[in-house]
């Protein structure tokens, strides 16, 4: 669908006072405010055609306009300039990132507190898919005669724990044998980390207690309550509900991933709506969000809130800290690789 400079300057002024105000706009207000060289008759005109056009709508019959899903997105991938951050929220972002950090899980937890401080939305960040990474090795903790804690380290630092139980006593040389071998089969790309349960139940009758759940990846997310506080109670809960259940948020975020795939965008920075996801409880969010990538695997970080989000911002926000996740994940990269 074609739309003329002039269409694009309304358009654009509309949304713009909506995400900033979050209220509706008429043509005398667009001129006064946004110094368009237009009548307020012309104005009108315009809106008109944009809204047979379904860029925006009314609320009811005598009111301005608010834009819909579809001007949104016409707005979030032609119109809208990325906002430069600010020198001290620049030095806030650096000074999170200064401080040593050797594990994904670490850097993910403060990344998702940070971007919900900067932007008072909810702040997410979640791991790679566990199938996506290599296991480096293993640590077996001997607790007792019949049971045994399994530390999983992954390539890229992350660390899952299994519990062992044994039908039978064993001594504790009997598991250092157990994890040398173990190793020995790790490094040599013999087994990853879903072959593990078979290694100790075709190596020895260890049973060895496997939870789905613990395959899923980690994420973080922080102010989900603040994003919810104007809801209603009902809405509440199932957005709660919805959070609370660790697969939806897996195959959630892999969509994300697999949008930004298919779209093969240049951008550092990608927004979807809700109503985009096919999912009831999220129709009314946006989320803003950048991929990162360690060892080959992707993840997300980003933030969730309501479709009337200061888009602008929180992109630039999103951006530099986007930048600085990636270049500590690097610098943690290659101070592995030097270990090796």
């Known amino acids: ?22 209220d509706t706009i008429g043509s005398r207000t667009l001129v006064k405010k946004y110094g368009i060289e237009l009548s307020s008759a012309t104005i009108r005109n315009v809106m008109a055609d944009l809204e047979d056009m379904g860029f925006i709508e009314k609320t009811h ?7 819909t899903d579809m001007g949104y997105k016409y707005y979030l991938t032609e119109l809208l300039k990325v906002e430069k951050i600010t020198q001290e929220e620049i030095e806030n972002i650096s000074n999170v990132y200064n401080r040593r950090v050797d594990e994904l899980e670490n850097i993910l937890k403060q990344t998702s507190t940070l971007l919900s401080k900067l932007t008072n939305y909810a ?24 049971l045994i804690m399994a530390i999983i380290v992954m390539d890229d630092r992350r660390v899952k724990t299994k519990n062992i139980h044994l039908p039978y006593p064993i001594s504790k040389d009997e598991v250092e044998k157990k994890v040398v071998e173990l190793n020995n089969k790790i490094k040599n790309n013999e087994i990853a980390i879903n072959d593990i349960e078979k290694f100790f139940t075709e190596s020895s009758d260890i ?27 009902e809405e509440i809960t199932d957005v709660i509900e919805f959070f609370n259940e660790r697969k939806d948020i897996r195959e959630l975020f892999e969509k994300l991933i697999e ?8 951008s550092n920075v990608n927004v979807i709506l809700g109503d985009e996801l096919g999912i009831k409880e999220l129709e009314d969010f946006s989320f803003v969000y950048s991929i990162y990538d360690i060892g080959g695997a992707q993840g997300i970080i980003g933030v969730m809130g309501p479709k009337r989000m200061a888009y602008s911002k929180t992109m630039g926000l999103i951006n530099h800290v986007s930048r600085e996740v990636n270049k500590l994940i690097n610098s943690m990269e290659k101070d592995k690789n030097k270990k090796v």
């Open 259 to 266: 949008q930004k795939a298919q779209e093969n965008s240049k």
């Open 123 to 146: 702040g997410i960040a979640i791991e790679p898919k566990p199938d996506n990474a290599k296991v480096n090795r293993v640590e077996l903790v001997y607790i007792d005669e019949y």
């Open 61 to 67: 019959t005598s009111s301005g306009r608010i834009p």
């Open 207 to 233: 049973i060895y207690e496997h939870d789905d759940e613990d395959e899923l990846s980690k994420y973080f997310i922080n102010n989900l309550p603040g994003v919810l506080k104007d809801r209603d109670i």
């Open 1 to 22: 669908m074609r739309i003329s400079e002039r269409e694009k300057l309304v358009l654009n002024a509309i949304i713009d006072y909506y995400l900033t105000v979050g």
